[in-house]
């Protein structure tokens, strides 16, 4: 009887050992939004609301963090895609260095890149993949209006651009004149060149407002990336 009782103890001690383990296993599951898997890019859906003003690179970041909360994936740290242009008052910053390693993935559970590399290579970014974190279409050329240029300051390796030029409507600063770097979130152009077909560094806005942003196919709209 006693070894029988004994047996039952070990029996039953190894039983809630297996017990506890398989509910950490399931505790640490990765859930859509957690630091592996779900939600890890999108098109913001809509920009902060005063033209290329969006408050700076924070501004930007913020407004990633918002919309992603919204979409349930408000517990990663979010990171707009944008470059900041290097001035007597603050270093240069490339977006590249903004978002973390990757992989990325949207909202339909595509991988869009794995890695920094291939972000700025063979991505698999286009209309039908920039997708907003409620994953909408983001308008292309031939849509009404047409929204496809994202606000990115950047050159096609993701780096800041340098030199006499404002390519960040002041560092995402200016919502009047002024000028930024644009991508096109469809890769469709007026031609077949590769700045038509630039998902980060296609031609610069016409001004930084929001009726200049439209003028050439615009809504003040960005990426982001989660950056864990």
Known sequence: MQSYVSSKRVWGAAAAAVAVAVLAACGSMSMPGSAKTGLSFFVTS???????????????????QALASAAGAGNRTWRAYLSQQPTANVPGISARDRIGKGPWMNVKGVVIATDVAQLHAANKLGKQT?????????????????????????????????????????????????????????????????????????????????????????????????AD
């Open 46 to 64: 809509a920009g902060p609301g005063n033209g290329a003003d969006l408050g700076g690179l924070a501004g930007a970041d913020k407004q990633c």
């Open 130 to 226: 920039a997708l907003t974190e409620r994953g909408d279409v983001v308008n292309g050329r031939g849509d009404t209006p047409n929204m496809h240029d994202m606000l990115t300051g950047s050159q096609p390796d993701g780096t800041f651009i340098a030199g006499n030029v404002n390519s960040t409507c002041g560092n995402w600063t200016q919502s009047g004149e002024g000028s930024a770097m644009l991508g096109h979130s469809d890769r469709t152009g007026l031609d077949e060149s590769v700045p038509a077909k630039s998902w980060n560094s296609s031609h610069l806005s016409r001004g930084c407002g929001a009726d200049a942003l439209k003028s050439t196919g615009g809504a003040g709209l960005f990426y982001c990336f989660a």
